[in-house]
């Protein structure tokens, strides 16, 4: 019935108090708030973002979800600095290496799910009895003039994207 001397049991004890060490150190690292935010986002229902992430259903892969230093080696292999994010690249696909990057703010706010406002129509409002167009372009907001109806200033958004090729889905 015996299976070792004592030896074994010191060993696997030893094995698991050397990894509850390295992950408890690594718990100071940026990543590992970065990592705990995340999961917040998308487990915690009293989160502030959950309705954006939980709530439409993005999870975290297997290999992330509570292996944090599964995610901490992906993010130093993949180019983690100090001052970037992490980013999905599909906004509607799940945090998983092959969708994760990470990236600054500027390239983090392009890559967003379209926001609509009342009108239905992305930077499109209505003000004193016109339709505004506007546009974040090259860090600034771009005021695309005014336009009688809805449709011609959705329309001269959308020229402006395609003339100036940029990146913006509508």
């Not at 974040?136 to 994207?161: P, S």
Request: glycine fraction near 8%.
């Amino acid at each position: 019935r015996v299976k070792s001397c004592g030896c074994l049991k010191i060993e696997k004890a030893r094995e698991l108090t050397t990894k509850r060490n390295l992950v408890h150190g690594l718990s100071k690292t940026p990543q590992y708030k970065i990592w705990k935010d995340m999961k917040a986002r998308c487990y915690n229902k009293n989160n502030k973002s959950f309705m954006d992430y939980g709530g439409r259903g993005i999870t975290i892969c297997d290999e992330w979800i509570n292996d944090y230093e599964a995610f901490y080696n992906w993010a130093i292999s993949n180019s983690w600095e100090s001052g970037l994010t992490i980013d999905r690249i599909d906004v509607d696909g799940n945090y998983e290496p092959s969708n994760c990057r990470w990236t600054d703010n500027f390239t983090q706010a392009k890559n967003r799910r379209p926001q609509y406002n009342k009108n239905g129509l992305t930077g499109v409002a209505l003000v004193d009895g016109k339709y505004t167009s506007t546009i974040m372009y090259n860090k600034e907001k771009i005021y695309l003039g005014y336009f009688d109806t809805k449709e011609q200033a959705y329309n001269a958004r959308l020229e402006f994207i395609e003339k100036n090729n940029t990146g913006h889905r509508q």
